[in-house]
């Protein structure tokens, strides 16, 4: 059992969508949190919908519910070492992911995502719910 997560962003979306499956998993989680950077992909979504009126109700009516990770210096530097660890590697991800698993491994804390590309990430644990 996990204490406290981070949730990526197609997590959030399947639980703003109601998905069942997720709901076991979070009864046994204390805290969830999500970084700013998460918000800032939903708030995207929402705008980019056909439905904009009610996405961005959803992800409002959200937000109280959570704890928000916000980037910070501490962030920054996860962030640029991350970045050079999968240049090296050679295996980019998208710029806002390397932000994500910044902030999950400066508050040293599982990621729960679905995009496996995390997995090249050092230090990084994912969980695939």
């Known amino acids: 059992m996990e204490s406290e997560v981070i949730l990526d962003t197609n997590i959030v979306s399947a639980v703003l969508k109601n998905e069942r499956a997720l709901q076991e998993q979070f009864a046994r989680v204390s805290r969830v949190r999500v970084p700013s950077t998460v918000f800032g992909e939903l708030y995207y979504g929402a705008y980019h919908s056909t439905r904009v009126v009610s996405n961005l109700a959803a992800v409002d009516q959200f937000l109280p519910l959570v704890s928000v990770l916000v980037c910070d210096v ?3 530097r996860e962030y640029g070492l991350i970045r050079q660890e999968l240049a090296a590697k050679g295996r980019p991800i998208p710029e806002n992911d390397m932000w994500i698993a910044a902030v999950a491994r400066q508050h040293q804390l599982p990621l729960v995502s679905r995009d496996a590309h995390f997995d090249a990430v050092p ?7």
């Open 123 to 129: 230090g990084l644990r994912r969980l695939g719910w």
């Open 74 to 76: 501490g962030t920054a």
